[in-house]
């Protein structure tokens, strides 16, 4: 069996387990629904004035296989061995087809890149999650369960995987020079009442969006909106603008839920990985 599959599967049977755990104790909302609905939610206030909304969340669909047809590892894996298609709503939700409006170029390099994750022949064809990279922004809100965490005067999220993270200040500091450029870029944010509204900049793009190939380049720049409905359900929105890569600014949406009593966990993604390298043997030739 192909050792990506097995990789696939097991990080899917994870993530669905985390994404179980929450399903059976919270209210969550359908993939793609706005989290705003009714009377705002009145949470607690920190010292600081910030909503009190620290604690572990994961989306309700994980998975990075595709951004038009979002499923977990495991999911994706049984579609593949089964033959039965799965079908799931789109994260885009502007443009109303929840397609990537790529410029044609950029269409035919990320139909290239999903080629070349089937049969990669260089290291760079590797998906980058497989290559233990950072995620970027916004891949890991998707992915794997993150925890919010409001020191005074900022918000830091913090991921597991990759031991990944992000501090956004609060206070109206300017962005960092255009030339630095950042995994998880440089944020600023701001509360627009139980909304974290955050400015990204300074993003170096060495990333993909999805293990299919979609990405978009170092001059990208991304305003999240994190709204917290009630004390359970969160809506992650992320708008993209690239006037490089798209036709024009598009949205993603996924829908987030409390997970109870979570923790983070150790993470060793290079520690006797060979996953790549096995990726990168010819078919004929795997035993």
């Known amino acids: 069996m192909n050792a990506r599959w097995w990789m696939t599967l097991g990080t899917g049977v994870v993530v669905l387990s985390l994404a179980f755990t929450a399903s059976g104790q919270v209210r969550g909302t359908a993939p793609g629904e706005p989290a705003t609905a009714g009377k705002p939610w009145p949470p607690a206030r920190l ?12 989306a309700v669909i994980t998975g990075t296989h595709s951004l038009t047809n979002p499923m977990a590892g495991g999911v994706e894996f049984t579609a593949r061995i089964t033959g039965v298609p799965v079908r799931n709503p789109s994260r885009i ?7 990537i409006p790529y410029q044609p170029w950029a269409a035919a390099k990320q139909k290239q890149q999903a080629s070349d994750w089937e049969h990669p022949t260089r290291i760079e064809h590797v998906d980058s999650q497989n290559r233990c990279l950072l995620g970027g922004v916004p891949r890991p809100f998707y992915n794997t369960t993150f925890h919010v965490m409001q020191p005074d005067g ?4 913090v991921w597991d995987d990759y031991h990944s993270y992000r501090v956004i200040p609060l206070d109206g500091r300017p962005h960092v020079g255009p030339n630095l450029k950042l995994w998880m870029g440089d944020s600023r944010g ?4 139980n909304t974290l509204v955050v400015d990204v900049t300074n993003l ?3 990333y993909r969006l ?6 978009y380049s170092d001059k990208a720049h991304i305003v999240e909106r994190l709204t917290f409905a009630d004390a359970n359900t969160l809506t992650y929105e992320a708008r993209i603008d690239d006037p490089t890569v798209f036709t024009q600014p598009w949205t993603l949406r996924v829908a987030e839920k409390r997970v109870p009593a979570a923790e983070m966990w150790e993470f060793a993604c290079h520690e006797g990985e060979h996953s ?3 990726m990168l043997i010819p078919d004929a030739e795997k035993k």
């Not at 010292?47 to 994961?58: A, E, R, T, Y």
């Not at 701001?190 to 009442?193: D, L």
């Open 210 to 215: 999805s293990i299919l190939g979609d990405f």
């Open 93 to 99: 939700v502007d443009p109303p087809d929840g397609l």
């Open 154 to 157: 900022a918000v830091v999220i």
């Open 47 to 58: 010292p600081d004035g910030q909503p009190d909304v620290q604690g572990f969340f994961n």
């Open 204 to 206: 170096n793009a060495k």
């Open 190 to 193: 701001h509360w627009e009442g």
């Open 276 to 278: 790549s390298d096995q």
